[in-house]
């Protein structure tokens, strides 16, 4: 085996680098010692979200939760939380640079007030935060920006590229050296912008988003467990995001945004954004990039370009993934004391599990 080139067998095994999810929401307490060890199995590493309730909005609150995801990580998974710090109009530029220093956190979320779950002391005007901004493109701290304008005005299915427009665009012009990753992005309008843009702009892609369109939230019915923010768009976008993701361009990456809810959360009159997709991320992964004819992209959508962009090493340890010929039972819900959490189903056969990981 090269150090550079995967090993693949196309129908039959795929030999990668050991993968690396760049958007996961882990939550706390039983749902975190629940859901964690599905992340701490198959990746290296996690960008840890910090909407928790209340959010992870100073570095001591990082160190806190950093403790806790790690005690949740069982013995033999080799893991490490990248944290992140929720980003708020009094966040102080200081803390942000101290806990960047000491390697406590790696990048800073940007959620817009009120655009998605557990988000409502995210940024109003992002104007407020530019004192912050200004010191992290200065250290060279990536901002991870949740790209949905949160007008009520605004059609839900058009909130990423008005974005984009209203107020991405112009924060790049006012902090040009500022590392931006546009999270799990759902349209063509992001796919072409991110292309459009030659250095410090990346963006990550879900698992979900590959596979879904908007017709599987309404298909026969309303189906919650495929509601998430931001909503699957239409067809022509996930084709986009396929395209995007087994192009081989380093500007796109995995995020899985696996975010885990209790089925009664959902399946309510007012049900909650977030798919929990950990338990089936890669096999559902592997299986777009083969129907798609990319395994040989696979390992850069998953264990290359995010380390890349971040400046980190390539994990050194390597996952080999099989595909059975017959497909094997979807996983049932993960129980979190009392609540079940129901995993992504992404009506097909799973065929390709993750069979092993070897240290080097
Ligand atoms: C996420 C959650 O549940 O925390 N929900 C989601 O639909 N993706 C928040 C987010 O990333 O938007
Ligand atoms: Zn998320």
Redesign the pocket.
Known sequence: MTDNAPTTTPGAELVIRRPDDW?V?LRDGAVLDAVAPFTSAHFGRAII?P?LVPPVVMAADAAGYRARILAAVPAGHDFTPLMTLYLTEATDPDDVAAAARDGLVTAVKL?PAG?????ASGVRDVRAVDAVLERMAAIGLPLLI?GEATDPEIDIFDREAVFIDRVLIPLRQRHPGLRVVL??VTTVDAVDYVRSVEAGLAATITVHHLVINRNAVFRGGLRPHY????VAKRERHRLALRAAATSGDPRFFLGT?T???PVTAKESACG????FTAPVALACLAHVFEAEGALDRFEGFASRHGPAFYGLPVNDARTRLVRDAAPYTPPAPVLARDDAIAVFDPEFPLHWRVADTQPT
């Open positions: 958007h929401h979200m909407n959620y655009a998605t779950t557990n988000s949740h999270e799990h509601f998430c923010l931001p945004d975010a885990p809810h909650c954004a977030g798919i």
